[in-house]
Structures are given as structure tokens and as C-alpha cells.
């Protein structure tokens, strides 16, 4: 009995018929696929155009940014050559080490 | 090539060559298949969901979906199986945004013009299809019209097996009930 009925309604919904073709619907998906092509090429584009108002906007900062970071760059190491190079730096830099090297060696600092 | 004498060429050639061509950019080819296809899609979100511009509606966007995933489709035969699965699969987001998988969700049956208890009503299976639940009219018409399995039902609505299997059966029976004209045929 379930066979037969399953059968029946097997047979109702293969006796279904398919609309009729219908060019408006075929018309209607390729402008629906043009609008979704249109629509990513939009926003793609409003993507890069923020992206470089963002970096021309931003480019000053970024100027200052470098410059900052330059003028720290210069003063550790114009310091640290300083502090090599000069006689002033090598009474400093003995001062501190020398304890250190009195220590190591076992004497007294 | 002209336009006309392409269009010629692609229908006359197999499905599985215009699918090739339409995975490999080929924007006619895709025509070629939206227009082979339009029936048995346009029928089955029909059935899913008994309203003609609403189904005609989620079959545009089946084909629109099926046009951005064709790189993913990798043999070229399967696709009427293929655009198929994305076209339940639509159906089923569009029933989930709207909580139509509820078990005790009668929004068809209330919504529907039909669906109002008329055993005098002449009714064919559209009509009888809209009287169904929703969760019951899409387990119905995926076994019965798309012949999946049980499993297969399963798997693709995310319900469980007992439930498409009590969805069915309850449903094929008032099917019969309402489909008594139908009577020598159910």
C-alpha cells in the first residue's frame, strides 16, 4: 500500500509539467548577473579610490612619522659614537666599567 | 564569429560542452544553460515554495548564485544536480531567515487562500502543496520530486532523520487526503 502511494505521488509529481520557456526570465538573470558584475566592479573601485585618499591624506603624518623616527635614529647613534669616540667619553665609560672589571677580576672596586 | 551563428552552435551541443565553456568565462554558454535549465528550476522553487513570482524570484537568484560559483563546479556533466543543490539551498536560507523549519510553524497554512479546510475544493498538487507545512511540503517534495533519500533530505535541510521521516510520512498522507480527486492515481 505505502509502495503504491509513494509510487502514485511519485508519478503526480514527475506528471508536473516545467513552465513554459520563457525568454523574459533568461533576460531577467543575465541583468541580474550584469548588475552583480557592475556592483562588485563599484565597490572594488571605491575600495581603491578610499585606499589612496587614505594614503594622500595621510601623508604628512607619515612625513612626520619618518622625520621623528630619523632624528631618533641619528641622536642614539651620533650619542653613542660620541661617547666612543671622545676623551670625555672614554672617562665616563671608564668610570663605569672600571668597578665592573675590578670586581671581575676579583680586587677590590 | 556572429552572434546568432554562436547561439546556433550552442544549441545544438551537448550540456556538458556549454557548461565547460560557461566555467571557463564563456558568458553566452551560461545564457545557453539558464535557458535549458530555467524549467526544471523555475518548477521546483515553484513547488518549494507555491508562489509564482516568489519562486521565480529565488530561481533568478539560484542561476545568479550558480554564475558566481561555476569555477567551483568541477565536472561540467553534474551540473543540472549541481545548480539543483544550490537551488534547495536557497530555498532552505530563505526558510530559515524566516523560521519556516519550525515544527510547529503554520505560516503557509495560514497565509496560504487554499489552505483553509475545504474538502469540497477541487484541488490539484500545487494547491495541495500549499496546504502542507512548509518543513513538510519541502521534505515531500524533495523525496518525491527530486527522489532524494531519507538521509540525503537529512543532510541537506539539517533536520533530523526522524523528523524528515515523520515529515514525510504525514505529509504524503494528507497529501492523499487532499488530492482525492486524485484518487484512482495516489
Known sequence: MSNDVDLGLHRLFDAMPEPEPDEAFVKAVVSRIDRFRYGRWIVRSLLLAAAVIAIVASKPLLIALIGFATAGINLLSFGAIGVLFSPVGWIVGGALALPLFLRAIGGRP | ?186
Open chain 2, 1 to 186: 564569429m556572429s552572434s546568432s551563428w554562436k547561439r546556433g552552435r550552442l544549441t545544438e551541443a551537448s550540456e556538458s560542452a556549454v557548461a565547460a565553456l560557461a566555467v571557463s568565462g564563456d558568458a553566452d554558454a551560461f545564457e545557453e544553460l539558464v535557458r535549458r535549465r530555467q524549467g526544471m528550476i523555475r518548477r521546483l522553487m515553484h513547488q518549494l515554495c507555491g508562489d509564482g513570482a516568489m519562486a521565480d524570484d529565488f530561481a533568478q537568484e539560484a542561476f545568479l548564485k550558480a554564475w558566481q560559483k561555476l569555477s567551483s563546479l568541477n565536472s561540467p556533466g553534474a551540473f543540472g544536480g549541481w545548480l539543483r543543490r544550490i537551488a534547495v539551498n536557497i530555498f532552505l536560507q530563505h526558510a530559515r531567515r524566516k523560521s519556516l523549519m519550525k515544527e510547529d510553524s503554520d505560516e503557509a497554512a495560514s497565509n496560504n487562500p487554499v489552505a483553509a479546510e475545504d474538502s469540497t475544493a477541487k484541488l490539484d498538487l500545487d494547491d495541495a502543496l500549499g496546504k502542507l507545512k512548509p518543513a513538510e511540503r519541502l521534505c515531500i517534495v524533495l523525496s518525491y520530486s527530486e527522489r532524494m533519500s531519507h538521509g540525503e533530505i537529512c543532510l541537506s535541510t539539517g533536520l533530523p532523520l526522524g523528523t524528515v521521516k515523520s515529515h514525510i510520512s504525514r505529509g504524503s498522507a494528507r497529501l492523499r487526503r487532499y488530492l482525492k480527486d486524485y484518487e484512482g492515481d495516489v
